[in-house]
């Protein structure tokens, strides 16, 4: 049997989890204070996710070309951040944007979409 030990990111009280685990499959996790830190170590160890932030190019805006940040609707897999990076070099979308536009569809073959989280005129 493993022992991994991690820090949970899934609220701000950051608990000190311990990971009882073979392989990826996980015997026990301790150390959390809420459910959600249960999930984080078991996913961390068997298939770890993340929400990947980013910005792209928005062209025609009142203020001429700017900037609109961007992330995942949802969590990939971790193994994919670099690709869902690479995907968006390069992206240009026309104004106007607004919060929760699809800016990009399925990045990186993840089934998850890139959207807006500002708006922009």
């Not at 204070?33 to 770890?48: A, D, H, L, Q, S």
């Not at 073959?109 to 500002?118: E, K, L, P, S, Y």
């Amino acid at each position: 049997m493993e022992t991994t030990f991690l820090t949970c990111i899934m609220c701000p009280i950051g608990c000190n989890l311990k990971v009882e685990h073979e392989g990826k499959n996980v015997i026990s996790v301790t150390g959390n204070t809420c459910p959600r830190g249960k999930v984080y170590g078991t996913n961390e160890i068997g298939n770890p996710m993340r929400v990947v932030t980013s910005s792209v190019l928005v062209e025609g805006s009142k203020n001429g070309s700017v900037l609109v940040s961007c992330k995942t609707a949802g969590d990939i897999p971790k193994a994919k951040i670099k690709d869902a990076a690479l995907a968006l070099k390069g992206v240009k979308v026309k104004a106007p944007v607004h919060i929760g536009d699809v800016l990009v569809r399925n990045v990186a073959d993840t089934g998850v979409d890139i959207i807006a989280t500002r708006n922009v005129e």
